[in-house]
C-alpha cells in the first residue's frame, strides 16, 4: 500500500515533502516517520528527541487530523493515508 | 470570502461588499510585514487544511459574535516589507461584536491554522517560531 507523508516549513527544507512511500500492512506511523526522516541527519534531529520520540513542539496529522504525538506508535497507517508533519504554526 | 491566495486583496472590495441592511459596524484587520531589518517575508500553508479551518473560524465566530460578515484572505510566498499578509473583514449590527468578532478570529488563526512564516534576512534566514518573537538577530 502506498502512503503520502508532507513535511512542512523547516521540515519541508530538510526533508522534502509530498514523499509516496510503500509500506507494508500494519505499519506503525512512529516507524513511518522515523524511517522517511532518516535519509537527512538534521531533519530527524529536528523531529526526533535523543531517545526517538516526537520533539514536544513536533504537530502530526493523519488525513487532515491532528493526532497526539504520544499516540502514534500505536497508530497504524491505511493505504492512501496522508501524513503531515510540521513544527508550531505562525501565521498571521 | 475564506482564501488562501498569493495575489493581494482588494481591502476597499470587501468593505463594499460587506455592507448589509443590519450592518452598524465593519472592523478590518490588515497584517503587515513589519520591516524587523528583514529583506522579504516568505509564507508557506497545508492549503487542504488551512482553509477549511478558517472556515470552521468564520462560522464559529459568525455564530458566538453574531456577526453578519466574515472575510478571510490570507497570503502566501513571498511578500516585501510594507505588503499584506492577512485581511480580516467582519461585519456586525455593532461595533461591540465586531471588535470582538476580529479578534477573536486572528487569534484563532495564530492559535492553529497551519501556515508558517520565515523571514529573509541579509545575514541569513529564520523561520518564525510561532506566535513568538520575530526580526532578524537577536534579541527582537
Known sequence: ???????????????????????????????????????????????????????????LMQNGKRLETSDAPKIMVADGDEIAVFPPVAGG | MIAIQTEDVDIGNLIA???????????VFDGIVRDDDIREMELEAYEEVAVPELEKIATEAK??????????IHRIGRLAVGENILVIVVGAGHREQAYEGSRFII???????????????????RWVPGDHQHGCGTGK
Not at chain 1, 6 to 23: M, W
Not at chain 1, 24 to 48: H, R, S, W
Not at chain 2, 107 to 125: F, N, T, Y
Request: aromatic share 8%; glycine share 8%.
Open chain 1, 1 to 59: 500500500m502506498t502512503v503520502k507523508i508532507r513535511f512542512f516549513a523547516r521540515f519541508r527544507e530538510l526533508l522534502g515533502t509530498d514523499i509516496v512511500v510503500e509500506v507494508p500492512k500494519n505499519k506503525g506511523l512512529l516507524d513511518l516517520v522515523k524511517e522517511t526522516a532518516e535519509k537527512n541527519k538534521e531533519g530527524y534531529d529536528a523531529i526526533f528527541d535523543e531517545k526517538g520520540a516526537f520533539r514536544e513542539f513536533v504537530i
Open chain 2, 17 to 27: 461588499r460587506a455592507k448589509q441592511r443590519g450592518t452598524g459596524a465593519i472592523v
Open chain 2, 63 to 72: 455564530k458566538t459574535h453574531n456577526l453578519l460578515s466574515v472575510d478571510i
Open chain 2, 107 to 125: 487569534e484563532a488563526i495564530k492559535a492553529g491554522v497551519p501556515i508558517w512564516k520565515k523571514e529573509l534576512c541579509k545575514d541569513g534566514d
